[in-house]
């Protein structure tokens, strides 16, 4: 393959990782990088493109060990507990009139749903639940006890 097509394959590639910052794409330039030189040593096409697959894989595997910004923020959702968000407290500066907000809670906007039977006012709440990827928030000052399921006893009888 000639030189100039490694370099058009390479540009584009590149062009794309910069819209897309997908991370895959830089592994494309990297492979044209290689097949260009290896066209520039006159190595031979066939070459130059197992050359190229075998440094697109190379690069493809370490960023995967090496990891991503999407993979960070896997780990960092996996390694966070929404379970012990319970009872941290919340700045809400409005509601809307159909009683819904948004809250910027552990660096990401959520939903918020108030407990029921309580006013849509401006203020300190405390989160007393994540439901459905929603803040169930009630306001600070005041007990919230969520409605328990029942469970059936067996009996050994």
């Not at 494309?28 to 070459?47: E, F, H, K, R, S």
């Not at 552990?106 to 929603?134: F, I, M, T």
Request: glycine share 8%.
């Amino acid at each position: 393959m000639d030189v100039t097509l490694w370099a058009a394959i390479g540009l584009l590639s590149f062009l794309l990782e910069i819209i897309t910052l997908s991370g895959f794409f830089i592994c494309v330039t990297v492979a044209a990088i290689v097949g260009g030189v290896t066209a520039v040593l006159n190595v031979g096409p066939m070459w130059s493109i197992v050359a190229a697959a075998a440094f697109f894989m190379l690069v493809r595997w370490l960023s995967s060990i090496l990891g991503s910004d999407a993979a960070l923020l896997r780990y960092e959702e996996a390694a966070h507990n929404l379970a012990s968000d319970d009872g941290d407290m919340v700045h809400i500066a409005h509601w809307n009139q159909y009683g819904e907000t948004l809250v910027e809670y552990q660096n990401r906007a959520w939903p918020v749903s108030l407990v029921l039977g309580r006013h849509h006012r401006a203020g300190d709440y405390r989160v007393v639940e994540v439901k459905d990827s929603h803040l169930i928030v009630a306001p600070l000052g005041e007990r919230y006890w969520p409605k328990r399921r029942w469970r059936r006893s067996r009996s050994a009888g």
